[in-house]
């Protein structure tokens, strides 16, 4: 049964709440202000926390009464037992993380599924920015300069998809996005952010 939220979240956070099975465990990691959650917790009966270090996020989350806790995800996730949860999310926040192969393998020990997003640097427009114009790319996906970014680790499908394999995650499910429509063609060239279902 698909289940409708109650209010409109934005495209890219509408494909993740897809993906969530209805009264799942959920923690998500970097959640913002809350709005993944609150919505799965509110329309789907979903229960879970939320992980974020930003004080202003992790207030705006408290009044939308989502669980958080406020943490550094480059400590890991020692305070979470084993198979604690079923979905954990990691929405465009990989690419920030200095620690990204332990976050991976941390991940899938507190879950029995993940959903990773972020940025894709493969992008046809991020290519030509730096092809062509000769400067690092600055797009909607990635509002940055590149002394300011918080992106410290670029990467492109294949590039995770090898990363899966050397940690033994296996790719449950794909999806490529380009602005608000899915990319079915050539995605690590023709979508600008890309979504892991990986278990």
Not at 55 to 78: F, H, K, P, W, Y
Not at 81 to 107: G, P, R
Not at 138 to 149: G, L
Not at 168 to 194: D, F, T, Y
């Amino acid at each position: 049964m698909k289940h409708t939220p109650s209010r409109r979240l934005r495209d890219d956070l509408q494909l993740i709440y897809d993906w969530i099975p209805a009264g799942s465990r959920v923690l998500d990691l970097g959640c913002g202000d809350g709005e993944l959650l609150s919505a799965l917790v509110e329309d789907k009966q979903c229960h879970g926390y939320g992980v974020e270090i930003d004080t202003d996020s992790v207030l705006a989350a408290m009044e939308r009464g989502v669980n958080v806790i406020q943490a550094d995800l480059e400590q890991g996730l020692r305070h979470f037992e084993n198979d604690s949860f079923d979905v954990l999310v990691l929405s465009q926040t990989i690419q920030a993380m200095q620690n990204t192969e332990t976050i991976l393998q941390d991940m899938m020990r507190v879950a029995k599924q993940a959903v990773v997003s972020f940025p894709n640097f493969g992008y046809w427009k991020n290519r030509l920015q730096i092809g062509l114009a000769g400067h690092m790319p600055v797009s909607e996906r990635m509002p940055y300069q590149w002394y300011n970014t918080p992106n410290i680790h670029w990467c492109t499908l294949q590039d995770f998809e090898k990363l899966c394999a050397k940690n033994q995650l296996n790719i449950l499910e794909r999806a490529v996005m380009s602005g608000s429509r899915r990319v079915k063609r050539w995605p690590n060239v023709l979508g600008s952010l890309a979504f892991y279902r990986v278990g």
